[in-house]
Nanobody, 121 residues
Framework: QVQLVESGGGLVQAGGSLRLSCAAS????????MGWYRQAPGKQRELVAA???????NYEDSVKGRFTISRDFAKNTVYLQMNSLKPEDTAVYYC???????????????WGQGTQVNVSS
């Protein structure tokens, strides 16, 4: 069984920073891409940032220059450093990862349970 567990959310004032973490555990053979999504009330879930196994990254336009995604391969963990936070960044943040649970299995997408980020003005 595979689990993704996020941490690091909370309440912060506009202009502040938070660092989210997402650790994958369980029967993991390998991990491909990892990423962060967010969903604000009444809105669809959107990609915030993603990183590939090769180290490439991409960001949603509104977070470019403010958010940084990084990954610790040894710890099966992905991070999202969020600086200069704005009220519009308020959302539940989810991590996801493409994970193989064995050499004969292909990658499947797993999701964390989400962590709430609230940015006050």
């Amino acid at each position: 069984q595979v689990q993704l567990v996020e941490s690091g959310g909370g309440l912060v004032q506009a202009g502040g920073s938070l660092r989210l973490s997402c650790a994958a555990s369980g029967s993991i053979f390998s991990i491909n891409d990892m990423g962060w999504y967010r969903q604000a009330p009444g809105k669809q879930r959107e990609l915030v940032a993603a990183t590939t196994i090769g180290g490439s990254t991409n960001y949603e336009d509104s977070v470019k220059g403010r958010f940084t995604i990084s990954r610790d391969f040894a710890k099966n963990t992905v991070y999202l450093q969020m600086n200069s936070l704005k009220p519009e960044d308020t959302a539940v943040y989810y991590c996801n990862a493409g994970i193989r649970v064995g050499p004969s299995r292909w990658y499947e997408v797993y999701w964390g349970q989400g962590t709430q980020v609230n940015v006050s003005s």
